[in-house]
Antibody, heavy 123, light 108 residues
Framework: QLQLQESGPGLVKPSETLSLTCTVSGGSTSSSGYYWGWIRQPPGKGLEWIGS???????YYNPSLKSRVTISVDTSKNQFSLKLSSVTAADTAVYYC???????????????WGQGTLVTVSS | EIVLTQSPGTLSLSPGERATLSCRASQSVSSTYLAWYQQKSGQAFRLLIY???SRATGIPDRFSGSGSGTDFTLTISRLEPEDFAVYYCQQYGSSPLTFGGGTKVEIK
């Protein structure tokens, strides 16, 4: 059973860079057919897809965040990471890491999610 | 970007009843690349349906999905106590991936 666990600071100052890591257990970040990514949910608001990285290293970002986001994979540690720069209070949210799987018939739904971690942006 | 609108916001039903949840897209969803997820408090999201109508591994057959184009439905044929939760639809056919606002299924 795949498990994803987010880790990182729960409090980040405005204008700084938010950094989170997702540790994967029960599976490999180098396996073909998977995307590793991040989704967030501000308090009381909806879910927002941040971006994904394909097992090959190709990245896909939400255009609304693209200029501030970097997603990377460290296959040696079986982890992937999110960096979001120049944060403001609007970036306060629960951040989820997730895996997308290519399925027969096409497309790649999210088949596993982490439990989520709350990151607050405040001075 | 494709906007997904879920209705109703809250559904109040009793165990054993049928639940019908709607997800409407602002434009056609490519190749029925639509998924449904269940979220319970304190638990990870669970994939229920993908490709609009395919059940994910281990999902009971009381959950079914249907629809195409811009209108999709998740049906729970007979609600079990563990089915009371929040349900989200998501499209993964166009970038950016987007989610609906959720439907809460609560005990009446």
């Amino acid at each position: 059973q795949l498990q994803l666990q987010e880790s990182g600071p729960g409090l980040v100052k405005p204008s700084e860079t938010l950094s989170l890591t997702c540790t994967v257990s029960g599976g490999s970040t180098s396996s073909s057919g998977y995307y590793w990514g991040w989704i967030r949910q501000p308090p009381g608001k909806g879910l927002e897809w941040i971006g994904s990285i394909y097992y090959s290293g190709t990245t896909y970002y939400n255009p609304s965040l693209k200029s501030r986001v970097t997603i990377s994979v460290d296959t040696s540690k079986n982890q992937f990471s999110l960096k979001l720069s120049s944060v403001t209070a609007a970036d306060t949210a629960v951040y989820y890491c997730a895996r997308r799987v290519e399925v027969a018939g096409g497309g790649a739904p999210i088949d596993y999610w982490g439990q989520g971690t709350l990151v607050t942006v405040s001075s | 970007e494709i906007v997904l609108t879920q209705s109703p916001g809250t559904l109040s039903l009793s165990p054993g009843e049928r639940a019908t949840l709607s997800c409407r897209a602002s434009q056609s969803v490519s190749s029925t690349y639509l998924a449904w997820y269940q979220q319970k408090s304190g638990q990870a999201f669970r994939l229920l349906i993908y490709g609009a109508s395919s059940r994910a591994t281990g999902i009971p057959d009381r959950f079914s999905g249907s629809g195409s184009g811009t209108d999709f439905t998740l049906t729970i044929s007979r609600l079990e106590p563990e089915d009371f939760a929040v349900y989200y639809c998501q499209q993964y056919g166009s970038s950016p991936l987007t989610f609906g606002g959720g439907t809460k299924v609560e005990i009446k």
